[in-house]
């Protein structure tokens, strides 16, 4: 079966494995073994509200060593772009826009592909307020989560369901 592909993007640190591994706590997930990708647990089979789509954590796609960090998201960005049909662009409340966000926001932008602009590290309601900053990545209204406190994560799969073709 062919199920919607959601790719979580951003650049180190903003917390895409941490939100990856939090999106399984939510529910019964199998990791599954996918030919060709090295580490197969940053591919999982999702289940919410009774839709079904594989989850991908691009941060996870292992860099050939020596790499430089433009290029691994750029590649991060393409194969999210190329693959997938709703992309989680993972940015940090905590750092505000960086350079890189701006960077992968405009491949986005340009892609045409659905986006969920995904506020990271609200760990509490005084955060909130702070993710309007991103608002200038031109991405929509950016949706506050906690990947560490679990915060908002259930609100997220609800939107990432409604966003699924
Ligand atoms: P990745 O490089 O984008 O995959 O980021 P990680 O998931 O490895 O997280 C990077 C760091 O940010 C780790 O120290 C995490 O514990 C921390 N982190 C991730 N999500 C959150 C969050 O929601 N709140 C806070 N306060 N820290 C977080």
Redesign the pocket.
């Known amino acids: 079966m062919n199920l919607p592909t959601v790719a979580i993007v951003?650049?180190?640190?903003?917390?895409?494995?941490?939100?990856?591994?939090r999106f399984l706590h939510r529910q019964l997930a199998v990791v599954h073994e996918t030919p060709g990708v090295t580490r197969d647990r940053n591919y999982a089979m999702c289940e919410w509200a009774g839709r079904e789509f594989r989850l991908i954590?691009t941060?996870?796609l292992v860099p050939e060593s020596g790499e430089l960090m433009d290029r691994l998201i750029y590649e991060q960005t393409e194969f999210a772009v190329r693959e997938a049909d709703l992309v989680l662009f993972?940015v940090?409340t905590?750092v505000g826009v960086d350079q890189i966000d701006e960077q992968i926001a405009r491949r986005l932008r340009e892609s045409g592909k659905p986006i969920i602009l995904v506020a990271?590290?609200?760990?509490s309601e005084q955060h909130d307020l702070e993710v309007f900053s991103f608002l200038r990545l031109g991405l929509g209204d950016p949706v506050p989560?906690?990947?560490?406190?679990g915060?908002l994560v259930g609100d997220l799969l609800d939107m990432v369901i409604a966003r699924l073709p």
């Open positions: 951003g650049r180190p640190n903003v917390g895409k494995s941490s939100l990856f591994n954590d941060g996870g993972l940090d905590h990271n590290k609200a760990d989560v906690s990947a560490t406190v915060r």
